[in-house]
C-alpha cells in the first residue's frame, strides 16, 4: 500500500521527545511495567489509543470557541442533537461523556440479573457494564474473528447458529438486546458486513429482540462495507453509516474515535419509552440531559466532527495510513493479525514472542520491549485485558493475545509510522531473547489492564 498524501495540512504542531534509553528503562520500572502509568511525555510515539487522540480540525476548533455552555438548553446541543439525527438516524439522542458513559446508562436500562447478552466479541467497558448490572455475556462472533490467520473481508460477523441456539436455550425473554460492534475491535478492527447484519435483524425481529449498535468505528465500518461487500460500492460511506443503523435499534457512542472529539459520546435509540429512562439516569450520572457531562463546547466540537468523519478523502487516509504500517511490518515477516482493521495494527504476540508462555503474559511483555526499544506505546489486548472469569476467579485465556498499536486520527506522519515499523521489525529479529514474562504485582478487581502493576521474570 502506498501512504497517500492526506488531504489536509498542518496549522498547529506539539513538540514530542524521543528520550534515552537510560530514562526509559527507569521510567517503565516506575510504571510497574504497565505502559498505561507511563508519563506521556516520556513516550515518543503514542499508540495507545485512537481515543480522544486525534487532532481536532481548525473547524472543531473554531466551534469550540462557538460552544454555548448554559446548564439547560445549550444552542450547541441542539446542534449536536441534529447531527447525531442526520448521520446515524436515531430520533432520541442523549448525551454521554464518553462511551462507557453510555453503556452504563443504557446497561442500567435493560439487563436484569439472569439476563443474557449476546455479543460479536467482548469489548472490556460494554462486558463490564453488562456483568455488573447482572447480565452474563454470550459471544456470537464466527469463530475465524479469533484466528489471526485467517483473512475474510467480515470478520466482525456474526454467526447465526450460535444467535440461534442462544435464544433457543435461554429464550427470547431472557435477552434484553443483542450487542453488535462495528467494527469489532478486540478481533483486531474487523468490520460486520450488511449482509450479516440484515441477517441478525431478520432473526431478532422473530424473536422480538432489539440490536443495539456500538458505533464507536461504525464509520471505519461503512467505509469496509462500501470497499468489499457486492452492492454497496456505489453508495457514499454517510449512506451506508445510515443504512447500517437502519437495521438496529440504538447505539452507545464513543465519539473520541471516529467523531474527532476529545471527549464525548451519546446513547440514541428509537423507543421513546426507552429514552425516558435513559434521560432520567442520565441526569443522576451524568449531567442533565441537554449535556450529559460534556461541555458546551464538546458537544459543539463533537457535531462538527461527525459532519467531517463521513468524508471520504479523510477516512481513506485513516485506513490507508494504518495498512501502510501494517504493509512494512507483515513485509518483514512479523506475525499480525488479518485482514488489517481501520484503527490499528495488531500483532500476535503469542507468534511474535513464541518463547513466553501464556501464563507470563506475552502481549503485556511485548508492549514493554516497544517502549523500551524506541518509546512507542501501545496496548496489550490478550489476557490482561481479557480479567478474570466473574464466577470461577481464574484467569481468562482468549484465543487472541495481541498487542494493538493504535493509531490516533489525522495525528501522526508517515515518518511516525516508519519509526514504528522499524522498531517492530528490529524487536522481531531480536525475538530469540525475549524468553521470559512479566507477573502481577498489583491487579484491580475490574477493568485491571489499565492500572495493574507487573514485574519482569
Ligand atoms: N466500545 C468500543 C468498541 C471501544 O473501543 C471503546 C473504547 C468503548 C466502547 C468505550 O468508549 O472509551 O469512550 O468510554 N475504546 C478505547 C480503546 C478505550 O482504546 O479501544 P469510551
Not at 454497496?232 to 457512542?253: Q, Y
Not at 506475525?335 to 507470563?360: D, M, S, Y
Not at 493509531?407 to 515499523?421: E, F, G, K
Request: with cysteine; hydrophobic share 40%.
Amino acid at each position: 500500500v502506498r501512504h497517500p498524501a492526506e488531504p489536509w495540512r498542518i496549522k498547529s504542531i506539539e513538540s514530542i521527545r524521543l528520550t534515552s534509553a537510560e530514562e526509559r528503562r527507569a521510567a517503565l520500572s516506575a510504571a510497574g511495567y504497565n505502559v498505561g502509568l507511563l508519563p506521556a511525555e516520556l513516550v515518543y510515539i503514542d499508540l495507545y489509543t485512537d481515543s480522544g487522540t486525534g487532532a481536532m480540525s481548525d473547524r472543531q476548533w473554531a466551534a469550540v470557541m462557538l460552544g454555548d455552555e448554559s446548564y439547560a438548553g445549550s444552542r450547541s446541543f441542539h446542534r449536536f442533537e441534529a447531527a447525531v439525527r442526520d448521520y446515524y438516524g436515531y430520533p432520541h439522542v442523549i448525551p454521554a461523556h464518553q462511551g462507557r458513559a453510555a453503556e452504563h446508562i443504557l446497561s442500567r436500562c435493560l439487563i436484569r440479573p439472569g439476563h443474557h447478552v449476546p455479543g460479536n466479541m467482548y469489548f472490556t467497558t460494554t462486558r463490564e457494564h453488562q456483568e455488573l448490572n447482572g447480565g452474563v455475556f454470550h459471544d456470537i462472533v464466527i469463530d475465524t474473528a479469533h484466528d489471526p490467520d485467517v483473512d475474510l473481508p467480515f470478520k466482525g460477523n456474526v454467526d447465526l447458529a450460535k444467535l440461534e441456539r442462544l435464544i433457543d436455550e435461554v429464550g427470547a425473554e431472557q435477552i434484553p438486546y443483542v450487542s453488535l460492534a462495528a467494527t469489532v475491535n478486540m478481533a483486531g478492527g474487523q468490520p460486520i458486513s450488511m449482509a450479516n447484519l440484515a441477517e441478525v435483524r431478520e432473526l431478532t425481529c422473530r424473536h422480538g429482540i432489539p440490536i443495539i449498535l456500538d458505533a464507536a468505528r461504525a464509520v471505519e465500518n461503512a467505509w469496509f462495507i462500501k470497499q468489499r461487500e457486492p452492492g454497496w460500492t456505489e453508495h457514499s460511506v454517510a449512506a451506508v453509516l445510515r443504512e447500517m443503523c437502519e437495521l438496529t435499534d440504538g447505539a452507545t457512542m464513543s465519539a473520541k474515535k471516529d467523531s474527532f472529539a476529545n471527549i464525548g459520546g451519546w446513547l440514541a435509540v428509537r423507543d421513546p419509552a426507552l429514552a425516558e429512562r435513559a434521560r432520567n439516569l442520565v441526569v443522576v450520572y451524568e449531567g442533565l440531559h441537554t449535556y450529559g457531562g460534556m461541555a458546551g463546547r464538546d458537544l459543539e466540537a463533537t457535531a462538527q466532527g461527525i459532519e467531517e468523519s463521513v468524508q471520504e478523502d479523510s477516512i481513506r487516509t485513516r485506513v490507508q495510513q494504518v495498512a501502510y504500517l501494517a504493509d512494512r511490518i507483515a513485509a518483514a515477516g512479523a506475525p499480525i493479525v488479518r485482514p488489517v482493521g481501520g484503527h490499528a495494527v495488531f500483532l500476535n504476540a503469542t507468534a511474535f514472542l513464541p518463547g513466553v508462555p501464556r501464563e507470563q503474559f506475552p502481549a503485556q511483555t511485548l508492549t514493554c520491549a516497544l517502549y523500551l526499544d524506541a518509546g512507542i506505546r501501545c496496548t496489550e489486548r490478550g489476557a490482561v485485558s481479557a480479567g478474570r472469569d466473574p464466577v470461577t476467579g481464574e484467569n481468562r485465556y482468549p484465543p487472541l493475545e495481541l498487542v494493538r498499536l493504535t493509531i490516533p486520527r489525522r495525528a501522526y506522519t508517515q515518518s511516525h509510522m516508519d519509526v514504528v515499523a522499524d522498531s517492530v521489525i528490529r524487536l522481531y529479529g531480536q525475538r530469540g531473547e525475549l524468553r521470559s514474562g512479566v507477573e502481577f504485582t498489583h491487579e484491580p478487581e475490574t477493568l485491571r489492564f489499565f492500572q495493574s502493576r507487573f514485574r519482569p521474570l
